[in-house]
Every structure is written in structure tokens, then in C-alpha cells.
């Protein structure tokens, strides 16, 4: 680009009509996300960058009747990529992505506290000669550290404006919209940096010398505060401590809200069957559509509590201690301290575990996390397991003090955990064989008090993403599904000519899923999973659990006609009375030993949740990787499922 | 602020050799060319003071305060960048 005044990017037409567009380039803590958010407010979007999994945050600004496009670069060091989410950055600011053009102009958001090493960034930026502004935050923290600057002598040592934001105060945000609308003075850097980077080191200082720049002094409290936060044995006590409530919060609080969403919509339910007289078509709302509502909305307290607590730990400073601590654990499974989050989640529930991979910044980590994550014992296998355990091991055996069904859970736990760091240790493995090591470093910023619009804005955004994308996805699956369970009905002549009574709702239910497409799926892939010892029967709960792992223990009830599908005893007693109806061992009980454990086994491994693949679909902006996870968890919960058949079979 | 380098007579070791709270001048960085760069552009040039923070417990990731602020690096990251610990003479007159 040649140097001239006024610039307008790649593809320069009618300039008057179309949008400026600034983008926002700075280090992670640096206090950009705050910029952005008081220019874009409630106008961000997040996507992904096209062919990539690296997400995109962009939005509109007004100032003065006009609109102009913010783009909010990925936080970063330099604008040389060493990794393929770099390379997106790069990319971006050479004009080379597929349908976003370059940008008018950049501003260079730089912590003011940390300016000897944020103008190293700078340098870069002005070395690509496009329009650039700068933008000092944390300007109260440096004063109460005892640094200063002169920001008009800095404004003259680079020879491109400068203005100062203290974010959490509005101040200087109106100041920032004046210097946005006048974008087209900003001057091509009339300064090139030198490139070599120890007469660099020395160019910084001399621009720092210029400008009056007072070095503030190490923060006071944070240095207190991080002499327990990461003290060995206290700050370790400490991590588990917020860890612990960290996970009782999407294991337990998110409970209340949870019940309420689902008796609310049990109710409307209640309404719309007593309203709508066709059989088929009140199914079709209250199984189908408000169902798959329910299942959409139940997630939200989950992954609403997740992303409040994400990110005030992360904008208080703390995320990154978190991480400090967890990295050497962390990277036995090829991973880094900042997966240990997702990884915790996921015990909860695998939506916001592998939402929470967003906190990752390497996008190869990202999948290697997000592909195991789903194998960690999630909330929603917790009434399988319980129904079969409780089948397996009678209730009064005990090793000891301990009740053997505890010792069986506490293994299931424990297989969940471990299986989900080994996957993500083989994704990894497999994904890296290029053999390029991404160095390793993390900024450990100092303690800041949260900006509430902040926190509010980082929970809002991703629970918007997850309704308008994952949402439609289950929503859609819940209907079809219903309806592979339910089509085709049955009149009540059909229904009496084969033996079963229209008025008796259990026995109709059981009559017409055993005929239901799902059932003549479940016959038709009897193969498959004879070898574990699954029947048809099985086999229908088995795409039951599609919709959700515990509406297999429902669906299992519900073929049983038992009197409460949602009790289990109840449930287990009817179904453990099944024989098989048909092939070589037609006649013998279904649910022995073997059956039990090779279900476990394979509830334990498969990914049947479609709610966890809509989710990842939204996270990786691809069908790719949600396949991906469906595929080899079936192969590993088949082959699971199988072994454990074989070997109890040798017990019985 | 560059240039300390003679201000200390301390033998050249590996930035991952340093205790917590000892200070010491950068040498030199080494590695592929792009880890180089990457080094640089968190601060850590030849020249540049630097001190080790605290270290995580069994040989993990190390915190250093460079450019006046703290950056978190793995030992093997660290281990590629060389520097002379500062003489305590020296501390007396480094900013």
C-alpha cells in the first residue's frame, strides 16, 4: 500500500456508501474487550471466520448519524502468526480473508500500565502502514501505581493520535467516537519502526523517554493477594475451594431453575393436551415441540451461571492463577492449564464444558478439549446409571463400610474423567503430528475489580449464540425424534383388533411405540448390538436417548408399561421381567449381567446427546467435528459395551 | 535500561535456572526463529532486565516480570532464553 492520507482498504468503491471499518488490535488483558464493548454495546455479533475455528466478535457503532464496523481482533502479542488462529489475523489485515475486506483503519489498544512491551506490538502494527490510532486504558491504574504520560508527547513521538479511556468510568469513550468519526485524518504512520528487535528495545524506550513515561511500580494487592492465591498449599485449597463451588453451581444451583422451566412447561403441556383433541397433534406440540423447548431451555441456567462466574473470574484476574496452577496436570493430556475449566464443566453437563473451550486460545487444544469432553460422567447419565446399577448390585452389599453401588458410581465417575483427558490426549496426538510445538506463555495480569456491563455483556453473548444456533438444531432433532417414537398412531379399532385397550394410556403408549418407526428401526439394527445384548426393545431407548441420555430410563417405563416410566424402581422391575421375543435366545431374560454391564459401558462412552453436537456445531461452525465425536465414541462404546459382555459373561 | 549486561560479571545460565526473586539481565534468546520472535514481542530481548516471580510446584510453569508486567512461561520455553544474574552491587543503580 502506497502511503497517502486518507486510505479506504482493498476494493475501494463508493466510499461514501460503505461502512468504515476500524479493527480493534491489542494483548488479551489489555482492556480491549472494554473498549469494544462500550463502543458495540448490545450491537456485537459472534461468528466464526470463514474455513476456520477461530471465533470472530464484530458490531456496528453509531456516531453522529453514521455507522461504522468494529471488528474485535483476537487478543494477541504480535501480528506474526505462529499458530492457524493467527494466521487468521494476519490474513485479515492483509485483505486476503474471504468476504470481509481489510480495514480503514486500526486502533492499537494498549495497556498503559504495560507500555514497554505493548508498543513492540505497536511497532508491528505501524509497519503495516494502514491508518492507525492508539488508545491508552488503565490510565487510573497507572496513576495510583505512581506512572504517568504525556499523551500529546506520545501522540508526537509516533506521529498518530492518542487518547486515553478509563473505561469503567466512561471517561474518554465519547472522546475515542470523535477520533472514529474522523478516521480519515488518521495519517499512514509517518514513522517505521526499525524491524531488528534489540535496536527496537531501544526505539521503545526512546518513544517512552519522549512522552514522559513514569514506569509504575509492581501492584501493591496483587502481589499480596497472589502470595496466598498461589502459595503452594494455600492457594492450591483455595482452587479447589473455587473449583468446588464453580461446579456445585452447574451441578447443583442451576437445579431450582431448572425443575421451574420444566413444571412451567409440564403445565402448558397439560393445557394444550386438554385443548387440542387430536391425539397426534397434541403430541406432536407437547412431546415434540415442548419438549424440545424444555430441552433448549433447560440448558440456559447452566450455561447462564457458567459464563457470569467465567467471566468474573477471568476479568478479576483470577482464571489465569487457575491456570497457572492446573498446567503441569493439564499437559500429561497434551493440553494447558486453561482446558482444566472445560474440563470440570463437563461433569455437570457437556454444553457448558464445551462452551467453555472458548477460554482456550489454541483452536487445536480447543477440539482435542472439546472431543473428550463429552466422555466426562455428565448429569444426564447419572438415572441411567442409577437404574442399572441398581439393578446390577443389590442395594444392601457393602465392601466393608462402604455400599458396593457407591463403589460402582464412584468407578463410573472416575472412567468418565479419565477417558475424557486420554480422548482429548489422542485428538491432540493426531491433530499435532505436524510436530509444531506452540510455545507456551500467559499473561498473569493484576487484580482488577470487574466491569459489570462487562460480565453481563460476556454472559449475554454466548447464551444468545447458543439459542439462535444450538437451539433451532434441538429443537428440530426433538420433534423428529418424538416422532420416529409416535408415528405411526393407531386407531382404536387397530388397537383392539390387536388386544390392547384405546382407554388404558400405558398399554396405547407401549402398543404403538413397539410399532413406531423407531421400533422398526430398533428391530432392524438388532445386528448391531446383539453382540452386547441389546434387544429391540433396547435398541428404541436407545434413540430415545437421542433427545436426552435420561429419557432412555423414560422410554424404557414407557415400552414396559409401567404404571410411572419416571419411577425408577418401578421401571426396573418391569424390564427386568423381559425376555427376548425372538433369535437364538429367544425366551431368556434380556437385562442379565452381561446386558447390564455392556449398557453401562456403552452409555458410559457413546455421545448420543444431540444437544452436546448442535453445540458443538455452533462452537466449530461445522458439521466436521460433531461427526467426528459421534463416530469414534460409538466405535469406542460398542467395543466398550462388547468387552464388557464378553468378561461378565465368563462370570456368569 | 538496555545494555546492563556489563553491569553484572555472573556467569551466563538459562533463564529457567534462576530462583524466585532473583534478578538477572537477558543475553540472549534462543529457539526456531518464530519462537524467537514471539519472545521478543513478549518483552524478553537481549538487554531487557528480567526476574523470576515464583515457580508452580513439580516443574511447572514459571512467572516472570518483564517490561513491567508478569508473563507465565513453561520450563522449556524458559529454558531457551540466557541470561547473566544481576551482582547485588549492580541492583542498587538498575531502574
Redesign the interface.
Same mark, same amino acid.
Do not use: W
Given at each position: 500500500m502506497t502511503a497517502q492520507p486518507i486510505a479506504s482498504g482493498s476494493g475501494g468503491a463508493a466510499l461514501a456508501e460503505r461502512q468504515p471499518r476500524i479493527a480493534l488490535i491489542g494483548s488479551p488483558n489489555g482492556g480491549k474487550t472494554s473498549i469494544f464493548n462500550g463502543l458495540t454495546g448490545l450491537h456485537a455479533k459472534t461468528g466464526n471466520y470463514p474455513g476456520v475455528t477461530v471465533s470472530r466478535t464484530y458490531g456496528m457503532c453509531q456516531i453522529k448519524g453514521a455507522n461504522y464496523n468494529i471488528e474485535d481482533l483476537p487478543g494477541c502479542?504480535?501480528l506474526?502468526p505462529?499458530s492457524p488462529d493467527e494466521q487468521v489475523v494476519a490474513d485479515l489485515l492483509g485483505g486476503n480473508v474471504r468476504g470481509i475486506e481489510s480495514p480503514d483503519g486500526l486502533l492499537v489498544v494498549a495497556?498503559s500500565?504495560?507500555? %514497554? %512491551?505493548g508498543l513492540? !506490538?505497536l511497532a508491528?502494527v505501524l509497519q503495516k502502514q494502514i491508518p492507525t490510532a492508539v488508545v491508552l486504558t488503565m490510565a487510573d491504574e497507572l496513576r495510583r501505581r505512581g506512572g504517568s504520560i504525556d499523551q500529546q508527547a506520545l501522540s508526537r513521538a509516533l506521529g498518530i493520535p492518542v487518547v486515553t479511556v478509563v473505561a469503567n468510568r466512561g471517561i474518554g469513550i465519547g472522546e475515542l467516537r470523535h477520533l472514529i468519526a474522523d478516521w480519515r485524518n488518521w495519517s499512514v504512520p509517518p514513522i517505521d519502526p526499525p524491524q531488528d528487535?534489540?535496536e !527496537?528495545?531501544?526505539w521503545v @524506550?526512546s518513544v517512552l523517554d519522549s512522552a514522559g513515561y513514569q514506569?509504575?511500580v509492581?501492584d501493591e494487592r496483587t502481589l499480596r493477594i @497472589?502470595k496466598v492465591l !498461589?502459595h503452594?498449599v494455600y492457594g492450591s485449597i483455595i482452587f479447589f475451594a473455587v473449583m468446588f463451588v464453580f461446579f456445585q453451581a452447574l451441578f447443583t444451583w442451576a437445579a431450582p431453575l431448572q425443575d421451574a422451566i420444566t413444571n412451567l412447561l409440564a403445565m402448558l403441556g397439560d393445557w394444550v393436551s386438554s385443548v387440542v383433541t387430536n391425539s397426534i397433534l397434541s403430541g406432536l406440540i407437547v412431546n415434540g415441540v415442548l419438549g424440545g423447548v424444555g430441552t433448549v431451555l433447560t440448558f440456559i441456567p447452566q450455561i447462564v451461571l457458567m459464563f457470569l462466574l467465567l467471566a468474573l473470574l477471568d476479568s478479576v484476574g483470577y482464571m489465569?492463577r487457575a491456570a +497457572? !496452577?492446573m @498446567?503441569?496436570v493439564m499437559?500429561k493430556a497434551g493440553l494447558e492449564?486453561r482446558a482444566f475449566v472445560a474440563v470440570l464443566s463437563s461433569f455437570a453437563c457437556a454444553i457448558p464444558g464445551v462452551m467453555a473451550t472458548r477460554t482456550i486460545p489454541s483452536s487445536k487444544d480447543r477440539i482435542a478439549t472439546m472431543l473428550g469432553v463429552p466422555l466426562g460422567t455428565c448429569s444426564a447419565r447419572l438415572p441411567v446409571y442409577l437404574l442399572l446399577v441398581g439393578m446390577l448390585v443389590p442395594s444392601d452389599a457393602t465392601l466393608g463400610p462402604v455400599s458396593v453401588q457407591g463403589i460402582v458410581m464412584f468407578l463410573l465417575y472416575l472412567l468418565g474423567g479419565v477417558s475424557a483427558m486420554m480422548a482429548a490426549w489422542v485428538v491432540k496426538k493426531i491433530t499435532d503430528r505436524s510436530g509444531n510445538l506452540m510455545? +507456551?506463555?500467559?499473561?498473569?495480569?493484576p487484580y482488577r475489580l470487574p466491569r459489570p456491563k462487562s460480565v453481563l455483556l460476556a454472559m449475554w453473548e454466548p447464551t444468545k449464540a447458543y439459542l439462535r444456533k444450538a437451539g433451532t438444531i434441538i429443537l428440530a432433532a426433538s420433534v423428529i425424534i418424538w416422532a420416529l417414537t409416535a408415528i405411526p398412531g393407531r386407531s382404536p379399532q387397530e388397537l383392539e383388533a390387536a388386544g390392547v385397550d384405546p382407554t388404558d394410556s400405558v398399554a396405547v403408549t407401549s402398543y404403538t411405540m413397539e410399532n413406531s418407526i423407531a421400533g422398526h428401526i430398533g428391530k432392524a439394527i438388532e445386528p448391531v448390538f446383539e453382540p452386547l445384548g441389546f434387544d429391540w426393545r433396547v435398541n428404541i431407548a436407545l434413540v430415545g436417548s437421542l433427545v436426552a441420555r435420561e429419557v432412555s430410563v423414560s422410554t424404557l417405563g414407557q415400552l414396559a408399561a409401567a404404571s410411572d416410566p419416571e419411577d425408577n424402581s418401578q421401571v426396573a422391575q418391569s424390564i427386568s421381567q423381559w425376555t427376548y421375543t425372538e433369535g437364538p435366545h429367544q425366551g431368556e431374560k434380556v437385562f442379565t449381567a452381561p446386558t447390564i454391564v455392556a449398557l453401562m459401558l456403552f452409555f458410559a462412552f457413546a455421545l448420543q446427546c444431540m444437544s452436546t453436537l448442535a453445540v458443538m456445531r455452533r462452537e466449530t461452525n461445522t458439521w466436521k467435528w460433531p461427526a467426528i465425536a459421534f463416530g469414534y465414541m460409538f466405535v469406542l462404546a460398542w467395543v466398550a459395551g462388547f468387552i464388557g459382555h464378553t468378561i461378565m459373561s465368563l462370570f456368569s | 535500561?538496555?545494555s546492563n549486561a556489563e553491569l553484572t560479571s555472573q556467569p551466563v545460565v538459562a533463564l529457567s535456572g534462576l530462583r524466585s526473586g532473583e534478578r538477572a539481565v537477558i543475553t540472549e534468546v534462543g529457539?526456531d526463529p518464530?519462537?524467537r520472535? &514471539?519472545?521478543?514481542?513478549?518483552?524478553f530481548? &537481549? #538487554?531487557?532486565e528480567v526476574s523470576l516471580v &515464583?515457580r508452580? *510446584?513439580?516443574? #511447572? *510453569?514459571m512467572?516472570f516480570?518483564?517490561?513491567?508486567?508478569?508473563?507465565?512461561? &513453561?520450563e522449556?520455553?524458559a529454558r531457551l532464553v540466557s541470561v547473566r544474574r544481576l551482582d547485588l552491587a549492580a541492583d542498587q543503580s538498575a531502574?
Open positions: 502479542y504480535s506474526t505462529i495497556d500500565t504495560a507500555l %514497554r %512491551r513492540l !506490538l508491528e528487535p534489540n !527496537l528495545a531501544g @524506550d514506569v509504575p509492581p @497472589d !498461589l503452594p489465569s +497457572f !496452577l @498446567d503441569k499437559s492449564g510455545p +507456551f506463555y500467559m499473561e498473569m495480569p | 535500561m538496555a529457539g518464530s519462537i520472535h &514471539r519472545m521478543h514481542l513478549l518483552g530481548t &537481549r #538487554g531487557r &515464583r508452580a *510446584p513439580f516443574n #511447572g *510453569p512467572v516480570r518483564v517490561c513491567d508486567a508478569e508473563m507465565c512461561l &513453561r522449556a520455553q531502574a
